[in-house]
């Protein structure tokens, strides 16, 4: 009976794992039962749903016109890299080589040399710039391209880490090494304002420690944002290569000295993981929280006592009116209004909008905000510009509630017995706290709490003066966390 | 000094080789100097550079609108098929095994069961159905995907044949066969319109001989068009497979009458040999000719006597008028008029308006069309509404002028000889000649002539009694060519 009463409560949607009781299993409900993914016969690799897939292009719509605007141009390179070209430089294959799909044979022909199957683009772009830029004036290179990834991981979930995902990789070329640090920070703020004003997502911004960084690059910068266990995702990082990649694939301009000189680099990168992390940031026990800018339907209309005269024509004129600037869904099936609530909550849709007979008379509707599931009666007369300060005071409310979340798990600790005593008393969350910059302080620390080094905030707030492993001068306040 | 000629009359722009003298030469210098693509160090993969990127980022635009529209819904499946999913339906096997790229190893393991990289997604869409549909009430499901493929072919060029290419491919699954075979028909219809009215590529819509069908299909119709070196190339398919697929893969529905049944299925596909098809439809000596609607740049402005008081403002002001609505280059460089005409003739954008200082006086500037080489003097102040008119009336010209090169090189035949005579006298060109149905008499025609069956057009025009070859009587018309 248990069931069938949590059954009626969702109106006919089956029960999601309240999150309490099990986290993992609450999210891949989620996935599941929203219909954004659903598992293939090929381990770690998954279908995107139609649902999903909506969040994903309204995710690149709104990214790809960002880049543009910064004057980066789209390209498409190939997925397979020749064994030789991935080896030649030396730390991005032996980051990369150990998790990596090898093709082997073409038909049923033996290839001459195994190809893998793109980790990353690096050396796609590199052996490209050394064909194409001879120049000063050919530069800076702005590129960016949209694809697929494959990376051989032993576990997997979706959209958190598969074996295949969808991301976008920049990778650009410049004259000087502060044009390239510049770009470096520049995309790292895309993403984070991304996150934060569209995804509603508040993000810490930070440099990565030398253990942590990418495999070939200077320096690796990266957003990361807090889980509603309180655990850390890697949510967007951004690398500057200095000219290792180009010394190592000899790329060479003529500089306006007229000598021929190396030129300086960078890649950044986001993935389908960010549908991962409004999943766990936003979501709740009824299911999806989707912030307005990417959610697939922004409103969904909910006709009451629609066999009532008038409801239909009233909410389909509604529609129309709202379509023609909104993503809007009218549901006039046959299911209870208390099913459809229940089933748009747990899609996520961030407004609901209900219009019965007695709101028709009165000239209005009803807003519920599926975030803090306020209502709010709206003049039908104005029903667009409301809608429209509704959906960005969504947002808005979205990002204030997750940052108060994440302050509120956030804890600066002096001792790695308090970031110990912390975590077990309060569970896990961001960690504050200074580093030395020895990897022998990073690794006990995260042998001993399980919290490892997530950045080093370039916002670096109040300072502790010495380690909080072995209490010599510190070099910088950490972010420390247990990460997805 | 003939190159340094060569140069001069191209302002600076590398020659291209003409198209009488060597096709295949025009064609790849075309790719090449219009910076469309660059190959790679994998045979048969290339890079879509950013302006090549920039016409199938439009032709995706428009076509996923159209399929929207239709309510089609964007999915995207995993990039790797194991080998026993592959094999489930034996036809599709046997055509597309001799040509997968075959991933055996991932990292240093070797995997339990081979996965090929999807040739096309036929089997991971059965899969992902099985699971999915259980009733009427799920039908029909109407997907696409926008991913890239790879057949391991052996000759390869670029756009035509590459071992990589981009595409959409739709999957659909209805009730009843009449339900598909709609579909088929129509997304076959959305290609031909988008051909005709976006692209100006005139195309026959027709069905495929048993011979050429795809790999598990039970009617596969194209598109075909014919190139300015009178070959014919397929320019899109769409396949219906009864529910010969959904009997392999088990995919069953319970219809409205309650009982388990197999469900109707159809895949439709075109690919970046569009932009093949554009280039050896509308270029020219001088280099690319672009359809307005896919251009990259719909016009640019190039201001004459530039360093002349007021010209480039005047410019300047006229490119942010246009740029609201229109995609809009200024070309305000160092480099002479001379040299910006032949730069932008060989990227083929569709508009150059000219803008010197005594059109400013005149309140004026001039257009010139790419595809005919039309002047006309416009007002400025009329500048929006006369590009927006010019746009439609290029897009339109040029079809007319494909259609009639088309129509001059299609030659109706009676007799093998007959048909080896034309081509032998006026060159290659669709031949229109009565066919009885056998595949011998196809093979015959073909070995005979080079000229093999393209496709039984939908629309039969004039007919003919008797077969070509042997002389039995007629079933339908076919239209033969010699394919790319």
Known sequence: MANENEKKQNGGVDAITPMDVDFAKWYTDICKKAELVEYTSVKGCMVIRPYGYAIWEN??????GYFKELRHENVCMPMFIPESLLQKEKDHVAGFAPEVAWVTHGGSEELEERLCVRPTSETLFCEHYANIVHSYRDLPKLYNQWVSVVRWEKTTRPFLRSREFLWQEGHTLHETPEEAVAETEQM??????FCEKDLGIPVVKGKKSESDKFAGAEATYAI????HDGKALQAGTSHYFGDGFARAFDIQFTNRENKKVYPFQTSWGVTTRLIGAIIMTHGDDRGLVLPPRVAPTQAVIIPVAQHKPGVLDAAGALKERLAKTFRIKLDDSE??????????????VPVRIELGPRDIEAGQCVFVTRFDGQKKIVALADVEKELEATLAAVTVGMYEKALANQNKRTYTCKT????????????PGFIRAAWCGSEVCEKTVKDETGAGSRCIPLDQGEQEPVCVCCGKPAQAMVLWGIAY
């Open 416 to 427: 790695v017995q308090e970031i110990k005593d912390t975590l077990a008393e309060k569970g």
């Open 188 to 193: 790292l703020k895309v993403y984070a304002d």
């Open 335 to 348: 299911n209870s209004p208390g099913w459809k609530y229940a089933e748009y909550e747990m899609k996520g």
């Open 224 to 227: 990361e944002a807090l889980m």
């Open 59 to 64: 995710i690149q719509k709104i990214l790809d």
